[in-house]
T-cell receptor, first 109, second 116 residues
């Protein structure tokens, strides 16, 4: 059974720091991996989708990498801002998405 | 595009009552997903449809839960009878059917259900 774990569970950093959020999964037979952002009381917003054949995807200050063989993905946030404060979830895809437990990020001014 | 639309946004009901949650997916998307989110269990997939057909309902917790998708633009999730442990945020998401794997999913704002 696929299990997805995210470390750390919570993170609090000052503005301007570069961050790395980690995601690990137990079964490497995935089609893709997706990173989402969830603001309090809101739905999820898709940030990046990495196909299993890809190594990384970039969008603005965000960079996500995927190492399928080792069952790991990282989300790198450059020059963090208070507006980045949210919960970040990764999800691995077979025919459906299996979500991780999330990392709650707070960036303070 | 209006995105995925869910109604109601908040629902408070008494134990034993029937609850119906509604979802309108993004036009052109042919996969629809119902999720439940709680502090204890995180985000769980309840059921998903491809082209209006239920594909996997293994996440539906009990027979009290049922979901329908009568057409490409509308789906319902019904709980009858409701219980306090059903209190959670219920999300609907839609995507395009992919040849392999789950496509990029777009989530609605959720329905916060409280059963007293």
């Amino acid at each position: 059974k696929q299990e997805v774990t995210q470390i750390p569970a919570a993170l609090s950093v000052p503005e301007g720091e570069n961050l790395v959020l980690n995601c690990s999964f137990t079964d490497s037979a995935i089609y893709n991996l997706q990173w989402f952002r969830q603001d309090p009381g809101k739905g999820l917003t898709s940030l990046l989708l990495i196909q299993s054949s890809q190594r990384e995807q970039t969008s603005g200050r965000l960079n996500a990498s995927l190492d399928k063989s080792s069952g790991r993905s990282t989300l790198y946030i450059a020059a963090s801002q208070p507006g980045d404060s949210a919960t970040y979830l990764c999800a691995v895809s077979t025919d459906k998405l299996i979500f991780g437990t999330g990392t709650r990020l707070q960036v303070f001014p | 595009d209006a995105g995925v639309i869910q109604s109601p946004r908040h629902e408070v009901t008494e134990m034993g009552q029937e609850v119906t949650l509604r979802c309108k997916p993004i036009s052109g998307h042919n996969s629809l997903f119902w999720y439940r989110q709680t502090m204890m269990r995180g985000l769980e997939l309840l059921i998903y449809f491809n082209n209006n057909v239920p594909i996997d309902d293994s996440g539906m917790p009990e027979d009290r839960f049922s979901a329908k998708m009568p057409n490409a633009s509308f789906s319902t999730l019904k709980i009858q009878p409701s219980e306090p442990r059903d209190s959670a945020v219920y999300f609907c998401a839609s995507s395009r059917v992919m040849r392999q794997g789950a496509g990029e999913q777009y989530f609605g704002p959720g329905t916060r259900l409280t059963v007293t």
